[in-house]
Nanobody, 122 residues
């Protein structure tokens, strides 16, 4: 497994969850990392991305101000801190690697990870 996501679960509206995704060093090094999500009956959509240095971050408007992406290059792990969760955040969340945050945002993915389910109930 090259990208392994974990941390999903079921919470109530307004609560928080943290996701993590660990990648093999060969993928993580110099890769921008991102998170996507897919709700039932909907297309997979961009959530957030961070460049390999960790200084440049990009967010979907729907999560801006509530979600925070970060990475720990020493652990080859990218995180997604999700606060003030809403029922519309319910989806399977996927981590992904790409050449830049812009390419990730455009859906140009080099590697996909397995998804982790996030369910937010009202």
């Amino acid at each position: 497994v090259q990208l392994q996501a974990s941390g999903g679960g079921s919470v109530q509206t307004g609560n928080s969850l943290s996701l993590s995704c660990t990648a093999s060093a060969g993928i993580f090094s110099r890769s921008a990392m991102g998170w996507f999500r897919q709700a039932p009956g909907k297309e997979r959509e961009f959530v957030a991305a961070v460049n390999w240095v960790g200084a440049s971050k990009s967010y979907a408007d729907s999560v801006k101000g509530r979600f925070t992406i970060s990475r720990d290059n020493a652990k080859s792990t990218v995180y997604l801190e999700m606060n003030s969760l809403k029922p519309e955040d319910t989806a399977v969340y996927y981590c992904a690697a790409g050449s830049s945050t812009n390419n990730l945002r455009l859906g140009r993915i080099t590697y996909w990870g397995h998804g982790t389910q996030v369910t937010v109930s009202s």
